[in-house]
C-alpha cells in the first residue's frame, strides 16, 4: 500500500468519525424531543411518593391559610404552587378530587389577582411557570371561564424577545439564570398561546 494512500484514509477517518457522532447526536436528540412529545400526551398516574409529596405541600399551603386566614398578594408563587398541586392530584380521579378542584380554583384564582399584570416582578414571574403548566397539563380541572383568564394571562405575562435581543442575544443585565427562566416563560407562554413556533 502507498504511504500516501494511507495518510488520505488516515486524513478522511476524523472526518467520517465526526459524521457519524453528529448523526447519532441528532438522532438521540431526535428520539428524545419525539418521547418527550409522547410523555406529555400519555401521563402516567403519579407514584405513591409523588402523590404524599404534592399532599404535604398542599397541608402547608392550608395551614398558613388557617394561620393567615386569606392568602393575599404576597403569596402568590405558593398560591400558584398549590393550585397546581390540587390540580395534578385532582386529575387524578381520587375520591377526594372535588375539594382539589376547589383547592386548585381558589388557589389559581389568587394567584391570577395577586399578580395581575405586574407579571414582570420577580415573584410573579416564579408564579407563572405553574399556572402555564395548569393550562397546559390539566386544563380540565379548572372551570372554563377561569382556564380562559388563566391562558389569558400567563400567555401574554412573557411575550417573545424583540428584534434586538434577537440579535445580539448575550446583551441582557439579568444574570444567566434569570435569562433562562424569562426565555422558558415565554417559550411556555407562546405555546399556552397556540404558538408553539414562535421566535
Known sequence: MDPKDTMKHDTLRPRSRRAGILQAGLAVLVLSL?????????????TSRETRYLELGIEQLRRMEGKHGRLGPEFQQNLASGALASAALASEGRADAAQRREDAV???TGALDACDHRWGNGKCARA???LQRIALQ????LPAELLTRLKTEVAAAAPPP?????RDPWSFKETENQRMV??????VAQTVAGNPNSP
Open 182 to 187: 424569562t426565555m422558558a416563560r415565554s417559550l
Open 162 to 166: 424583540n428584534a434586538e435581543a434577537v
Open 138 to 141: 390539566y386544563p380540565g380541572v
Open 128 to 130: 407563572q411557570l405553574p
Open 106 to 108: 381558589r388557589w389559581a
Open 34 to 46: 419525539t418521547t418527550a412529545g409522547l410523555a406529555l400526551q400519555a401521563r402516567p398516574a403519579l
